[in-house]
């Protein structure tokens, strides 16, 4: 059995829990599932206030997934699919909670974000304690081909600048682990590049950048509210 999820639905202003089916059902069936979004940002420094993203490009180059044929980036922000518990079954029919929320953000940032332990040692995860990680919202988003429908709430985290350069991002593909570079860019550079690779695409029909859509749904309509609080959380920690 392949990645289980959690399958939800809207109740007026909760999240209800309505099954459980393996990830790639849901993707291709449009089946709306649950996954968490990781904004980590940088307090202090030059960069202050830029968002912390990964360059996926060695991972999707492995997988033969990347977009374009001249792409040389792939911009990511952390995060993936919420993993039912080993009583989720149980939790059907039931809200989802900050628990499970922050259950799924741990599980998934203590294999994607880790930092250098010193002395050539095994990288270890990002400590993110508790109340460190900031609520932030769900985004909504269905890919191009309207089958993927995923719900993502998404986190905001402060990372000291004086911590990033120890950051190493991580992936896995065919459970080999890939160490994967990490930059910053501020909110709006990061609509710029993906307003940039949307038209290079209509011109060209290619692009040398891809933005993944954990990053673009920022900017769609429909996650307004999200993007502007996530902005307001940035500036409060820039003051």
Known sequence: MGELVYMIDKAGERIVITGITERKYAEKNNLRHLTTICAPFLVGGESAGNLIVHDRYGKQKAKGALKYSGVYKSLNLFGGHTTPTKDGLNLIGTFVTEAILF?????????????????????????????????????????????????????????????????????????????????????????????????????????????CDAIFRLFLPENKPVHDKLEKIIKIYKR
């Open 103 to 211: 259950d799924g953000l741990c599980k998934e940032m203590g294999e994607e974000l880790l930092r250098k332990s010193g002395n050539d040692s095994e990288p270890i995860p990002y400590d993110i304690p508790l109340f460190k990680a900031i609520p932030v919202g769900f985004t909504e988003y269905t890919d191009e081909n309207k089958k993927n429908n995923e719900y993502s709430y998404v986190f905001a985290l402060p990372v000291n600048f004086s911590d990033y350069e120890s950051l190493i991002a991580a992936d896995d593909y065919e459970e080999k682990d890939i160490q994967l570079p990490v930059e910053n860019h501020s909110l709006e550079a990061l609509k710029a590049m993906w307003l940039a690779e949307k038209l290079a695409v209509v011109k060209s029909g290619t692009s040398e950048v891809e933005v």
